[in-house]
């Protein structure tokens, strides 16, 4: 299993070299720049010229790349235009909302997508099955700031059951050691602090989840479909074992293994800044700083919080590889 883990961080590494890049590349050859955003149409040649060069833009873009190639091995991302704060600083204060938010929406997709789908694979062609195929469709062609706007209006403005907007309602004295809402108040004791801040996550919650949902349970049906039809199902239960055992051992472990890659793959998509979801509800996580940095053009933040969330992703992935070799061993000497 070691060498596993070794020989996938191995392989990140030119991967993630690739990708910063094509990164670095394809942010300095979009049209404007970090000046024309702070200046607007107003500004002269000469002012222009000055912020190129406080900011280091005047240089080749080699150097530009290995200066921010050194500072990156430090963690040091430089400081955003729009904030004056160090882009680290920024991603580490606002990654735990997204963190928080993706986790409660990939919850509520793999605690109602898995049995979901395997229910309807245990009863195709029946009411259930037909319900979770047409309501899957739905999930995936519904826009995810429609549903949000949706579930706002409905269950906030209309019913009053839930916030509207923020991740904590203001006026709460709530300590934050870690970032994470829910777990502070469960850390400190502050156990209102900590309800508050989960009802804040749940229409948001619901409204990112709907994708991920509708994919989770058409790979569980399909999958599962695939292993009942698997001559080690029928010798299971030709045996005579129970049915729990058939279920569990034979059909839902081989079943999990392209939804296991899916969910990593959804995870990570959605930390990766659920940038419609966190506008809808003012969320305040990464998503929706990185949409107000691109209008800045602020390349340190684009440049850092790209990075940091591209190491995420295949962190991430990295976990899936790890748990699909514990599903399925063979994997490990692939």
């Not at 735990?96 to 793999?110: D, K, S």
């Not at 190491?311 to 899936?320: E, F, G, K, P, S």
Request: aromatic share 10%.
């Amino acid at each position: 299993m070691l060498r596993f883990i070794v020989r996938r961080l191995l392989q990140l590494i030119p991967t993630l070299f690739g990708l910063s890049i094509l990164l670095f590349v394809w942010l300095h050859r979009l049209p404007g720049g970090p000046e024309a955003a702070i200046l607007g149409d107003r500004g002269t040649a000469q002012q222009r010229a000055e912020i190129r060069t406080t900011l280091g833009l005047d240089e080749p873009i080699w150097v530009q790349y290995g200066r921010f190639m050194k500072r990156l091995a430090s963690l040091d991302l430089g400081t955003s235009i729009q904030s004056g704060r160090p882009v680290t600083e920024e991603f580490f204060t606002r990654f735990p909302a997204t963190v928080e938010l993706a986790l409660t929406a990939m919850v509520i997709a793999t605690v109602v997508g898995i049995p979901l789908g395997y229910l309807a694979a245990r009863r195709r062609g029946g009411l259930l099955d037909f319900g979770a195929v047409t309501s899957s469709l739905v999930g995936i062609c519904v826009p995810v700031f429609f549903l949000a706007y949706l579930f706002k209006v409905i269950f906030a403005v209309n019913l009053g059951l839930l916030p509207s907007s923020g991740r904590q309602t203001p006026g709460i004295d709530a300590t934050h050691p870690t970032g994470f809402y829910v777990l502070d108040g469960l850390l400190t004791g502050e156990f209102d602090a900590s309800w508050d801040a989960f009802a804040h996550l749940i229409l948001p919650g619901l409204a990112l989840s709907s994708i991920p949902l509708a994919i989770i349970v058409r790979m569980t049906r399909a999958s599962v479909l695939e292993v009942l039809g698997e001559d080690y199902v029928r010798t299971a239960e030709a045996k005579g074992l129970q049915e729990n055992t058939v279920r569990v051992r034979h059909v839902l472990r081989n079943a999990m293994l392209p939804v296991v890659t899916a969910i990593g793959l959804l995870t990570g998509g959605l930390l990766s800044g659920a940038v419609l979801t966190e506008s809808v509800f003012a969320f305040g996580g990464i998503g929706s700083f990185i949409r107000t940095a691109i209008d800045f053009r602020d390349y340190p933040v684009l440049m850092g919080f790209i990075m940091l969330i591209a190491t995420t992703y295949v962190l991430i992935n990295l976990l899936v590889d790890i748990s699909y070799s514990v599903l399925d061993p063979r994997v490990r000497v692939r």
